[in-house]
């Protein structure tokens, strides 16, 4: 519906697999000092001298986690880096290479594959990741994207999940429910074009919430902010499935409780009005939507006059001690367990 | 065809995504001194010290590059691995690490999930590689396997594609072909089963040929072996499309030539028996069938002494002047142009 009708369609099968790598790879770049030799041979070689290298990976699927039916495919491949980078950010390491796999049925022409690594040549430039390997396959049944990051950090930087203590403060970057918000705008839109194909939508209204769910960003910068400020995170995650499931994974493995204040929860005026307008309660979309992309971290108290004014960041919460268990404390002054309503990919 | 029928069938959106990676990950090991932390966290954290690193990925999947009818999960499982290390071997690197994602579609019980990573758990053991990440989801349809290995090796033993010199000898590892062959006796099996799903097939001649196919194995020994008779190959590369076509990878990129020599191709006698059976030329075959797995290389002339009486390696031509072109020299003595008609998955 938003996607340009390309007028061109070239088959995939014309080029070829190797053909297809060799047009698709093209316009990558190496940047990075670390990579020494990337696509082209059995495997890249990396060099990260005394530097800790951290890999994560994820499986992006059509169907259960994009519809093409509103998401250009050139955002798709930029949004497919940003997921992945921004698990390299959410270890306060520096993103530096991916590999990146595509398998597509024969319905996708090389134009659309083009638009898609425009997206992830797009990406990779912003975040300064060299893409240093990966595979181009068909598939049975829609687009498959598999993507590797790679980053790297000293070892006293590395911020796992595990460090948060029970005095520590809770702080989350950004704001967030947008990106959930503006998919349910987006599927609203398509349920509308699916009764009437000519009908105009007008989605000025929604622009930052269809952004955050269309063009999300890592944040790339936190690392780069938290140092200026002389702050290490006890423990840190990435928001994908939702605040409420990553301050339970933050919980479990740190074997500490939380207190969440709903008055502290940092979301975006368009946004209360969008949930006004679907009749949505604004804090569960706030503690449950998925894929904001923000980070969520754990500092010690001491640090609280350090980061209390600066507009990056919000106080959202404490940790208390484990058998306090986990909770949202509401405006009203009551406190409600919290539960991981987070976004499952396996029970759609 | 092959596969039990298991009885029990529990369906995975019971346990949910965290409870099904949980239980999926319980039996992986961490044995490398360079994996500091494995699955857990938004990232996994190596240390490879002064080694230098080599990643490799690959996406496998069902109706393209596997077929279930005959595939039992274990087994593809354990060669999804074996596709993966077999890159890192392909550069003289010793395997460490692997991140597996997986994508199903609701048609596969849980049961057949777990065979499918015990599998994967018996090829990590098997190669003594950590698995440290990845990503489970559903698909729409059939079964997506995406892995990304990992290897480490000092800089000096790093074997390119691009190495071999005008006058260097090729050499490949064990047999080829009979991974093809393999997969045309289980084509054939596929197709005798749909007409009589009663028919027991008698397999007995076959079963070099399946196993090649079905149980692959990565040349992890090549490294050690090759160390130990002091040779450093000048290039590398595995033998997963055919001969014929890595041959061509090696000397587009050595910008050399190459004849090979068809008397000299290493063949088992089964597999020349199931293609005097199946009325296919032998050498057609040998020279495109691919999935062997094997490794191919060129080495120096000087170090023609120490390889040519080793049972591992067999010699099966020489490197020429790039004008001189890449030809296959027949048992009768004329010279064939070879073509790369490697196994293409995107023209199946």
Redesign the interface.
């Known amino acids: 519906m938003i996607e340009d009708k390309n007028p061109q369609r070239t088959s ?2 014309q ?4 053909g ?1 790598i060799d047009h698709l790879t093209k316009n990558f770049e190496i940047n990075q000092p670390s990579t ?2 990337g696509i ?11 530097k ?8 992006l ?5 994009f519809d093409l039916a509103y998401m250009p495919l050139k955002h798709l491949g930029y949004k497919a880096v940003v997921v992945n980078v921004s ?2 950010c ?2 306060n ?1 520096k993103p530096t ?1 991916i ?1 990146v ?3 597509v049925s024969n319905r996708f022409p090389l134009e659309a594959l083009d638009e898609l690594f425009a997206g992830i040549t797009h990406a990779a430039r912003e975040y300064n990741v060299d893409v ?11 687009l ?1 994207i ?1 993507i ?4 790297e950090a000293d ?1 006293e930087e ?1 911020v ?3 460090g948060a203590k029970q005095t520590d403060l809770l702080v989350v970057t950004g704001d967030i429910g947008a990106a959930y918000m503006g998919l349910q705008v987006l599927e609203r839109e398509k349920q509308v074009f699916q009764v009437n194909p000519n009908s105009q939508p007008d989605l000025d209204a929604y622009t930052y919430l269809i952004e955050r769910q269309l063009k999300p960003e890592a944040r790339k910068d936190v690392r780069t902010l938290l140092h200026a400020l002389e702050i290490k995170p006890t423990s ?3 928001i994908s499935d939702g605040l409420s499931s990553e301050i339970m994974h933050l919980c479990k ?1 740190s074997k500490v409780g939380c207190n969440l204040y709903e008055d502290k929860l940092p979301i975006d005026p368009t946004f209360i009005n969008v949930c006004e307008e679907f009749n949505i309660d604004s804090t569960t979309v706030a503690i449950n939507g998925g894929e904001d992309y923000e980070l969520l971290f754990t500092i010690a108290m001491e640090d609280f006059e350090k980061i209390k004014a600066n507009p990056n960041f919000t106080i959202i919460g404490h940790m208390t001690q484990e058998s306090e268990g986990i909770h949202l404390v509401t405006r009203a002054n009551t406190k409600i367990a919290l539960k ?1 309503r987070g976004w ?5």
């Open positions: 995939i099968a080029l070829g697999e190797f297809l020494l030799k082209g041979d059995d495997a890249a070689v990396l060099d990260f001298k005394d800790k290298v951290v890999v994560s990976t994820d499986l699927i059509e169907g259960v986690h698990d390299i959410a270890m390491a290479q590999t796999s595509v398998a240093i390997g990966g595979d181009t396959t068909s598939s049975q049944k829609g498959i598999s590797t990051a790679i980053g070892e590395i796992y999940r595990n840190m995650i990435d493995q991981a499952d990919a396996l029970t759609q």
